[in-house]
Nanobody, 124 residues
Framework: QVQVVESGGGSVQAGGSLRLSCSAS????????VTWFRQALGQERRFVAG????????SFSDLVRGRFNISRDNAKHTAYLQMNNLKPEDTAVYYC?????????????????WGQGTQVTVFS
């Protein structure tokens, strides 16, 4: 069974940066689409950014485009979410999700491999 583990969360002042990492076990990482979702307290889980297996396709939520970047290192079975110019409204639990197939989907139900989440808190 594939295990997905996020790391890199923490507390940061508004305007600061954090880099989240998502590591996955198993043999399918290099052909999986990797996507980050986030869930703020009392809200539904929402799409943040995703990257296709070939790294040629990336997609971002309008709320983070221009501030966040997503990348992956297939040799290390790891994907990254670089978050810059963080705002208090970015505060949430961030989840990494994987699915087979070439396209990024913004729909959480289409992902079958999830991590446990990592907390990001941005204070003003």
């Amino acid at each position: 069974q594939v295990q997905v583990v996020e790391s890199g969360g923490g507390s940061v002042q508004a305007g600061g940066s954090l880099r989240l990492s998502c590591s996955a076990s198993g043999d399918t990482f290099s052909t999986d689409t990797v996507t980050w979702f986030r869930q703020a307290l009392g809200q539904e889980r929402r799409f943040v950014a995703g990257i296709s297996w070939s790294r040629s396709g990336t997609s971002f939520s309008d709320l983070v485009r221009g501030r966040f970047n997503i990348s992956r290192d297939n040799a290390k079975h790891t994907a990254y979410l670089q978050m810059n110019n963080l705002k208090p409204e970015d505060t949430a639990v961030y989840y990494c999700a994987l699915r087979s197939g070439p396209r990024v989907s913004a729909e959480a139900y289409s992902y079958d491999k999830w991590g446990q989440g990592t907390q990001v808190t941005v204070f003003s």
